[in-house]
């Protein structure tokens, strides 16, 4: 079925909206924000929307979840504000037991400061396959629709990326 630019704008507005806001809220932790970035990201979803074939599949919808995360990004650096990922690893210290000694707290943040360097080292493949099966939490094959490639890379991609921190890391 083809649908006009407007119907599917219309369909991205009534089907994604939520769920960007959630991952925009997710990022910046500031409602207005999310909101702010839910507005930004549709303005560059329009400008993409010819280049949608079918925005009932899956991959339409990840691309805007990946745009409106993007552009939470570029809000939450041009606030000063530590970085998405930095955030997801406070967030992990955070669930940890207490750290029994100032020490060993500071050995954890740099960890996990290192951590997150090695992260965003990786090659851009191993990168987005970690984070869309880990941080998104995906399937293997909704991540393999949405890169275009099969349920069997993804998980090759995943162990090679997860293989390589641990290289990298010294573990």
């Known amino acids: 079925m083809q649908m006009t630019r407007?119907?599917?704008l219309?369909?991205?507005a009534s089907h994604y909206m939520q769920p960007m806001w959630q991952k925009a809220y997710s990022v910046l932790s500031d409602a207005h924000e999310a909101e702010d970035a839910c507005q930004e990201a549709f303005?560059?979803?329009?400008?993409?929307?010819?280049s949608i074939e079918d925005v009932t599949e899956l991959r339409a919808r990840a691309l805007c979840l990946v745009v409106v995360r993007n552009t939470a990004i570029d809000m939450a650096r041009k606030n000063g504000?530590?970085?998405?990922?930095?955030?997801?690893y406070m967030d992990l210290e955070a669930d940890a037991e207490p750290a029994?000694?100032?020490?060993?707290r500071l050995e954890e943040a740099?960890?996990?400061?290192?951590?997150?360097?090695?992260?965003?080292r990786l090659p851009e493949d191993y990168r987005d396959v970690l984070r869309?099966?880990?941080?998104?939490?995906?399937?293997?094959?909704?991540?393999?629709?949405?890169?275009?490639?099969?349920?069997?890379?993804v998980n090759i991609r995943l162990t090679r990326a997860r293989k390589l921190l641990r290289e990298r890391l010294g573990r």
């Open 81 to 88: 504000r530590a970085s998405p990922t930095e955030d997801i």
């Open 43 to 50: 303005i560059k979803l329009m400008k993409l929307c010819d």
């Open 132 to 153: 869309l099966r880990c941080l998104n939490e995906l399937s293997a094959e909704q991540t393999a629709e949405i890169l275009m490639c099969t349920p069997n890379t």
């Open 100 to 104: 029994s000694s100032p020490e060993t």
């Open 6 to 8: 407007e119907e599917k």
């Open 10 to 12: 219309n369909y991205i």
């Open 110 to 120: 740099e960890a996990m400061e290192r951590l997150s360097q090695e992260i965003e």
